[in-house]
């Protein structure tokens, strides 16, 4: 069964902290992995799509990573505003159109 | 391009009522899934449709349904409300052209309350 764990479930850090959020997936045949941020009360905000392995993607302060069992979303410098829950989602060949999501990393950033 | 759009954006029901949420995918999209969102489970798969048909469903009880009309805008509705019930109710929408990765689009959901 298709199967996504994001760690840590919480994290704080002060504004120019550097620090890195953990999704480790088991899905047969990956499809695509997806990474979302969701601000409280709002619907999840598209941020990445990785397909294979050894695949990176950046944009303003993240980067996505990928290997065959884990993608990372580093955070660089980060700021206020980048508080929020960050959700990472898998797809697999074999479970057909079903995207599966982790529970997500809660970040805040304490000015 | 306009995004998802839901209707109604608040919601509050009592126990054994029934419920109707509307979800308008971004133009061109053809397949609309539907995630319930509570703090205790995260995002929950509820169903999928694509060209009207329902194409993957989740773990939730009959009184969870939903359809998908011609112009790919999609009905959910709940039948005899639970309290268990409240949650916010998330569209998404993606693309499904063939090659394509499917990335989904969510809406700003429907908060539903049931008292």
């Known amino acids: 069964e298709d199967q996504v764990t994001q760690s840590p479930e919480a994290l704080r850090l002060q504004e120019g902290e550097s620090s890195s959020l953990n999704c480790s997936y088991t899905?047969?045949?990956?499809?695509?992995l997806f990474w979302y941020r969701q601000d409280p009360g709002k619907g999840p905000e598209f941020l990445f799509t990785l397909y294979s392995a050894g695949e990176e993607k950046e944009k303003e302060r993240l980067k996505a990573t990928l290997t065959k069992k884990e993608s990372f979303l580093h955070i660089t410098a980060p700021k206020p505003e980048d508080s929020a829950t960050y959700l990472c989602?898998?797809?697999?060949?074999?479970?057909?159109?079903?995207?599966?999501f982790g529970s997500g990393t809660r970040l805040s950033i304490r000015p | 391009k306009a995004g998802v759009t839901q209707t109604p954006r608040y919601l509050i029901k009592t126990r054994g009522q029934q419920v109707t949420l509307s979800c308008s995918p971004i133009s061109g999209h053809r397949s609309v899934s539907w995630y319930q969102q509570t703090p205790g489970q995260g995002l929950q798969f509820l169903f999928e449709?694509?060209?009207?048909?329902?194409?993957n469903k989740g773990n939730f009880p009959g009184r969870f349904s939903g359809r998908q009309f011609s112009n790919s805008r999609s009905e959910m509705n709940v039948s005899t409300l639970e309290l268990g019930d409240s949650a916010l109710y998330l569209c998404?929408?993606?693309?499904?052209?063939?090659?394509?990765?499917?990335?989904?689009?969510f809406g700003p959901g429907t908060r539903l309350t049931v008292l």
């Open positions: 989602a898998v797809q697999g060949y074999s479970s057909a159109s079903k995207i599966i």
């Open positions: 899905v047969s045949g990956l499809r695509g």
């Open positions: 998404a929408s993606s693309l499904e052209l063939a090659g394509s990765y499917n990335e989904q689009f």
């Open positions: 449709y694509f060209s009207e048909t329902q194409r």
